[in-house]
């Protein structure tokens, strides 16, 4: 017998009874909110082409990391479900393959996404499993094919009001400007902007730097070991993105350590990177002094900045050589703040011209550093749980650790941070049940009242997003 | 319309109505209790004084750097709220500012606790806003002007049985020789107990360090750099302040490290520090040292030792230039004590004569470090969570943390450990109430018997502060 | 009046009696299977020689460091309550001492699990306490004259289906060739195996290292400080453990450091080591080195590898010389896995024959490391939580960690690390009714159907150890 597929119009919400109450009335006020996005990783070609998705395969597994690293701990060998530098050439047996795990996603945040995206989106009513895995193919074969079904569609559907993508500083933002002609026409009925990104020519580690750096000054006329030609060549990047509608900048840093070094310091340590064999000490702390030079061009320009730091990427060489990058073995660090952000704060912290939104991966920093910075600096936002913590129980930790050291105000709200076009709506409608199931339980505690509450559940959805991400 | 501004009585207790009964049961017994205060900034001349309090800026805004923090980062000028080296001179104006952005407050104990504050002892029944803040004002005003709102008619009424004050060990205590006779004749119906707090005259990192210690060694006519000198100041100092009734000696050091030096080793360093210019490794290993010393001088007069350590203090320069210390910039940092404490442990950790009280903003260590040594030597004891985690959820974790690990009677108790005098009362009662909750869910999930539960609310209010604070 | 002593039958589920109900449900589907203990401290010579226990003190408070580790805390000297390296000659005083600071492990697993057993394996109805203990002393010692319960009767009881004990590779594990044949005449119901546990002859910062490693190499007629003969005899004994039935090999590193070194590194290593006065970073590189080499010689003999790392062993001296190792001064530390397993898990990582149990007292690695490297490497599993944090708040923590970012499929299982032989069913109860109050959260929340949870709680408490530890 099948299992069924089902999705409980209550789901995430608290088990008393009176709470619940509480969470479904605060929930109502905002479910119905377009969506908005200011961090994520669709490309911007996916809403350009408008091409019909390929097949289940190619649109659930061959890209989501968070997926199919689960099929590889179960010693899937990741070629056979469709994942690799080349498309399997049997996709419906690489969706049989997912379809008999599916298990293994249960209880994780990727297992409740799909379920939601395969109900709402597809239809569906029968849960994944070996019996039903042609079944499901082919029914999300029949939607794929039909004209409602195409990446702008859904995007109006959805529906999306603003959404970032992430974009390499030479990217010459092409893509965007079509997207903005089609948002001025109608077409796409929300806005889409560029994401600055500069992490590969920040980080000299990476052998990929001097090549990088090279093409980057180049774009102004500079030598590559010019340090002054550097700076204004990502000045000049960046405001590119800015005419091009970008509001963020973003830094995918190792550590979120700042020094404040002056220009003669930041040359030395650029020409050593630009060298190609840079100390250890030399690269960071060039990555170091850049970040709080970022901070600074964020006051000129008016780019919000976000860090993402503490993550080992490609933990797996095997894997990376075989996979590339962003295939699901980026293992987080325990990672600091207070000390680290130090510099770049007591040059800028008290200047509300930035806005500097910290994510983390180390939830021990919650409410120990992040909390605690942002109650105080008028530049410094709590970023929402990024990654392997963007799920139901971590949020609900995370608003515990944040509200009761610096209540709501300082959320930049919610970001769903994904390659996954379609697990948007799932993403935001599991984060808008969250906060109304926080909340709720903070009002049946007699620590805020309903009012407030529905107060902060509007804000935290809608304004504070806009606000923090200068959306306009 | 103006919101309404209500207590809620079952506020903080356990959603669920078989819980929550429970948990009503065991606050019951604990409500009206005398608050024991065993650690706190109260300034004894507040009492001393007891001057009518000047107006509702003055009182709730000026001093509180919980609350002003907020106001900060949301990017007000603390100055337009009276905060800062001179007060300002439009002391209604700082208030309607304070009010309008009241919703900043929403979720953090801040809010909680002024809620209390204002319903209990204001009999305000509206929520602060840009409306309601002139009437708050006045009503504010009105009520400061009675005679039964004097600080000591406060003390007696909260009622408060104990409250420890934080003073410098070369303070004369003169302020509390005189609160002794209140006490004595009747108009205190409690007892003021001053703390040892040396920190200024162990931290050789900080510029005053020389002239501290030259005016303490010459409070037993000693020389500067002379070591011996030193030591016997601190040992003359702590025995003025057991003869003045003092329970406990405070040290808030940058971390919780232990050195176990013999003298000639100490002389050295001190030596060194006293110079002037101690190399960070000098100044860091005579803190160490002295901290064990410390423990030694516990042992024999008697004084509790209280460990707060681990905060990043004075954040911002800018705003410490501006605004003084203690102005809501002190930042956490993670915190280790399992081997910074081992010398110190090793030389009197089987000691039940010391007794060790630790503190701690990294709520890591609670189920890794703090419940496990305080589970083993009896000199060490479990301090509640404190500053920033001094909330209702972070209260829960800390007993879900540490009780399962060393169970109850490691508890030194709640600790308000506030400069806010109004607040005291709210705080702990809040504490008590989460005391029952906490309790209360043991109970109805099989884990302990309603007496038990009945037994340790009351240790924990009443004797284990007592004893493990030697309140005779 | 004597208070009762009662087990609630619904002990440990939630509150929301539509959750509770869920819980219930799947509880009932596995409350009576067999216990599979994969890593344990009990004696193999406590079956093989099934006497009768000696009385209440020496079964209950001789060797439970998590017992007197709490009455040693209160001032109480362990040797009044029988600890040491004499029994105590008094143990019905003993007995009395314990049952008048029974309060103490309110709150905590002992406290728990002693109550478990005081009333489903002697009937007890009275709580302890200065008035109840002689009585219980008595009815305990009549129960423990009974013919029926004799260690191999209450192991048949209980039931156990496998359990592993803890051994030196140098042990001749003929307990072990002995047992078996109980096993196969019938006489244990159940399978009983060592466990490879080599720190002493790795760990070459302990004193006793040279002797040991003498001897081992000995016993393949190499020379003390010849490397290849220390593999070898390595190798040799692993291969005498797995003819014994052996599962596991298990590694109480200090931390889970690994390197990969080749064969003249690790010799030059081991010569310092041997040599008697290694540098403590030779000692750890050798220990670093060793892990890696561990790791391979589990994918070549199949014996699974669990690491528990992070324990500062014996932190008071004091108490080492009086009463030796295991006797409650174990702290943990903070510890790190992503960067120190990454050259093992380069190496063998993504081989399925290796199956690497990882075990940790700090639960911020939960979410952050372990969860995510089990979520993508096919050899990591994650080991239950251990030692302190092996408690219900504690084990719910874990689960919320954990299955939202890797699932169930790689939790290996409940193991109950115990030396207390009578503690057994009463932890694997406990851990039961956790996995069926989470389990039954998620179902009330929509996040897995009630079909899965059924399917889950049946492969945590029965398939998953059997195929992660290879039971066969």
């Given at each position: 017998m099948n299992e069924p597929l089902t999705l409980d119009p209550d789901r995430l919400f608290p088990a008393d009874p009176q709470t619940r109450e509480v969470a479904q009335e605060l929930y109502a006020t905002v479910k119905d909110l377009p969506i908005i996005s200011p961090h994520g990783h669709v490309s911007p070609d996916l809403l350009l082409d408008n091409a019909a998705f390929q097949d289940a395969t190619d649109l659930f597994l061959r890209y989501d990391h968070y997926v199919f690293r689960m099929l590889n701990a179960a010693g899937?060998?990741?070629?056979?479900?469709?994942?690799?530098?080349?498309?399997?050439?049997?996709?419906?047996?690489?969706?049989?393959?997912?379809?008999?795990?599916?298990?293994?996603?249960?209880?994780?945040?990727?297992?409740?996404?799909?379920?939601?995206?395969?109900?709402?989106?597809?239809?569906?009513?029968?849960?994944?499993?070996?019996?039903?895995?042609?079944?499901?193919?082919?029914?999300?074969?029949?939607?794929?094919?039909?004209?409602?079904?195409?990446?702008?569609?859904?995007?109006?559907?959805?529906?999306?009001?603003?959404?970032?993508?992430?974009?390499d500083p030479l990217d010459s933002l092409d893509s965007h400007a079509k997207l903005a002609e089609l948002t001025v026409s109608g077409a796409i009925k929300g806005r889409v902007a560029p994401t600055f990104r500069p992490d590969a020519y920040v980080n000299a580690r990476k052998p990929e730097f001097v090549e990088k750096v090279t093409a980057l000054t180049a774009s102004v006329g500079a030598a590559?070991?010019?340090?002054?030609?550097?700076?204004?060549?990502?000045?000049?990047?960046?405001?590119?993105?800015?005419?091009?509608?970008?509001?963020?900048?973003?830094?995918?840093?190792?550590?979120?350590?700042?020094?404040?070094?002056?220009?003669?310091?930041?040359?030395?340590?650029?020409?050593?990177?630009?060298?190609?064999?840079?100390?250890?000490?030399?690269?960071?702390?060039?990555?170091?002094?850049?970040?709080?030079?970022?901070?600074?061009?964020?006051?000129?320009?008016?780019?919000?900045m976000t860090v993402h730091p503490g993550v080992f990427r490609n933990h797996s060489t095997a894997a990376f050589d075989r996979f590339g990058p962003d295939t699901g073995h980026d293992i987080p660090v325990a990672t600091e703040f207070t000390r680290a952000l130090r510099p770049l704060l007591e040059k800028y912290g008290n200047d509300k011209r930035l806005h500097l939104v910290l994510f983390t991966l180390d939830e021990t920093v919650y409410s120990r550093e992040i909390a605690p910075l942002a109650g105080f600096y008028p530049a410094v936002y709590i970023g929402a749980p990024w990654?392997?913590?963007?799920?139901?129980?971590?949020?609900?930790?995370?608003?515990?650790?944040?509200?009761?050291?610096?209540?709501?105000?300082?959320?930049?709200?919610?970001?769903?941070?994904?390659?996954?076009?379609?697990?948007?709506?799932?993403?935001?409608?599991?984060?808008?049940?969250?906060?109304?199931?926080?909340?709720?339980?903070?009002?049946?505690?007699?620590?805020?009242?309903?009012?407030?509450?529905?107060?902060?559940?509007?804000?935290?959805?809608?304004?504070?997003?806009?606000?923090?991400?200068?959306?306009?």
């Amino acid at each position: 017998m099948n299992e069924p597929l089902t999705l409980d119009p209550d789901r995430l919400f608290p088990a008393d009874p009176q709470t619940r109450e509480v969470a479904q009335e605060l929930y109502a006020t905002v479910k119905d909110l377009p969506i908005i996005s200011p961090h994520g990783h669709v490309s911007p070609d996916l809403l350009l082409d408008n091409a019909a998705f390929q097949d289940a395969t190619d649109l659930f597994l061959r890209y989501d990391h968070y997926v199919f690293r689960m099929l590889n701990a179960a010693g899937i060998d990741l070629e056979r479900i469709g994942v690799g530098k080349v498309p399997t050439t049997d996709p419906r047996g690489a969706w049989r393959i997912f379809c008999e795990n599916w298990h293994l996603l249960d209880g994780t945040a990727s297992g409740y996404w799909l379920t939601h995206e395969f109900v709402t989106l597809f239809g569906l009513d029968v849960m994944p499993s070996a019996e039903t895995a042609d079944e499901i193919y082919d029914r999300i074969a029949a939607r794929l094919a039909e004209p409602d079904f195409r990446p702008r569609e859904l995007f109006n559907s959805f529906p999306i009001a603003f959404m970032a993508t992430t974009d390499d500083p030479l990217d010459s933002l092409d893509s965007h400007a079509k997207l903005a002609e089609l948002t001025v026409s109608g077409a796409i009925k929300g806005r889409v902007a560029p994401t600055f990104r500069p992490d590969a020519y920040v980080n000299a580690r990476k052998p990929e730097f001097v090549e990088k750096v090279t093409a980057l000054t180049a774009s102004v006329g500079a030598a590559p070991d010019d340090f002054r030609g550097y700076l204004e060549a990502m000045r000049a990047s960046r405001a590119r993105f800015v005419e091009r509608g970008a509001v963020s900048a973003d830094f995918g840093v190792s550590h979120p350590r700042s020094l404040d070094l002056n220009d003669e310091e930041m040359s030395a340590l650029y020409r050593a990177c630009v060298g190609g064999d840079p100390s250890p000490e030399e690269a960071d702390a060039f990555e170091s002094g850049m970040l709080t030079r970022f901070a600074g061009m964020s006051i000129d320009d008016g780019l919000v900045m976000t860090v993402h730091p503490g993550v080992f990427r490609n933990h797996s060489t095997a894997a990376f050589d075989r996979f590339g990058p962003d295939t699901g073995h980026d293992i987080p660090v325990a990672t600091e703040f207070t000390r680290a952000l130090r510099p770049l704060l007591e040059k800028y912290g008290n200047d509300k011209r930035l806005h500097l939104v910290l994510f983390t991966l180390d939830e021990t920093v919650y409410s120990r550093e992040i909390a605690p910075l942002a109650g105080f600096y008028p530049a410094v936002y709590i970023g929402a749980p990024w990654w392997f913590i963007d799920a139901p129980d971590s949020i609900l930790r995370f608003h515990a650790a944040t509200s009761e050291v610096a209540g709501f105000s300082r959320l930049s709200g919610f970001i769903d941070d994904t390659r996954a076009f379609l697990s948007i709506p799932a993403r935001h409608d599991m984060n808008r049940r969250l906060d109304a199931a926080f909340l709720a339980r903070y009002v049946r505690e007699g620590r805020l009242s309903l009012s407030s509450a529905r107060h902060w559940i509007h804000r935290l959805t809608d304004e504070q997003p806009r606000e923090i991400f200068r959306l306009g």
